[in-house]
């Protein structure tokens, strides 16, 4: 044990491919997952992070699955993340986002709420009883499938494609995307000792403030 109290563990490479296998379900993919994406995973309950949501759009991407629940994958167009890209998983986290987002309730709302407590006003005004749990229903479950049905948001697999395969780097949120580079730091730190050939493969272009849009 370090001074710091932090323990230093190390594995060889047959250990390394054991943990990934069993985070991973034995998923072909497995070698191609980053050890830090690996022990993330297995550490994935006291992170708040859904672990089967994680290798469910995994299999997606590697076509093991034919459907996403969440938003097309997209690539980062601008430096220093450009040549990376991101895939969005849904985490029960994320469910107050998605309905927030559905309403545009941090914005006021939009057209979709005001019609939608139009119609439960017309039909259920005069029922105290009744409206105010069709209101939170339609808000709430409503809103919820209303959103999945055009791509759930939630926060980012980063990869990369490299010879005709992903490379699964590590999670990331919304909020470690504002600040781009920090964010390539973090992938460098724990990927790049297996996947260095991913970061040579990034456009050597000097990051432009400000540009911060994936």
């Not at 949501?53 to 699955?65: N, Q």
């Not at 999670?171 to 040579?200: I, M, S, W, Y």
Request: hydrophobic fraction near 40%; glycine fraction near 8%.
């Amino acid at each position: 044990m370090a001074q710091d109290g932090s323990v230093k563990m190390s594995f060889d490479k047959d250990g390394l491919i054991a943990i990934k296998k069993a985070v991973t379900r034995g998923k072909p993919y497995h070698e191609r997952i980053s050890i830090a994406l690996a022990i993330r995973l297995a550490n994935a309950f006291s992170a708040n992070v859904d672990a089967f949501s994680v290798l469910d759009e995994i299999d997606y991407l590697e076509g093991i699955k034919p459907t996403s629940r969440t938003k097309e994958e997209a690539q980062f167009k601008r430096p220093p993340l450009q040549g990376l890209w991101h895939k969005h998983f849904f985490s029960p986290k994320h469910l107050v986002k998605n309905i927030g987002v559905r309403w545009n309730l941090d914005n006021g709302g939009n057209k979709g709420l005001s019609a939608m407590i139009s119609e439960i006003q017309k039909e259920h005004g005069q029922d105290p009883d009744v409206w105010p749990n069709v209101l939170a229903h339609r808000l709430v479950m409503g809103g919820f499938e209303e959103r999945a049905a055009r791509g759930l948001t939630g926060d980012w697999i980063i990869y990369a494609k490299h010879k005709n395969n992903n490379f699964y780097l590590d999670l990331a949120t919304h909020e470690e995307g504002l600040e781009p580079e920090q964010l390539l730091q973090k992938l460098r730190n724990g990927c790049n000792a297996e996947f260095p050939f991913v970061f040579d493969d990034l456009p050597n272009t000097a990051f432009a403030a400000g540009s911060t849009s994936p």
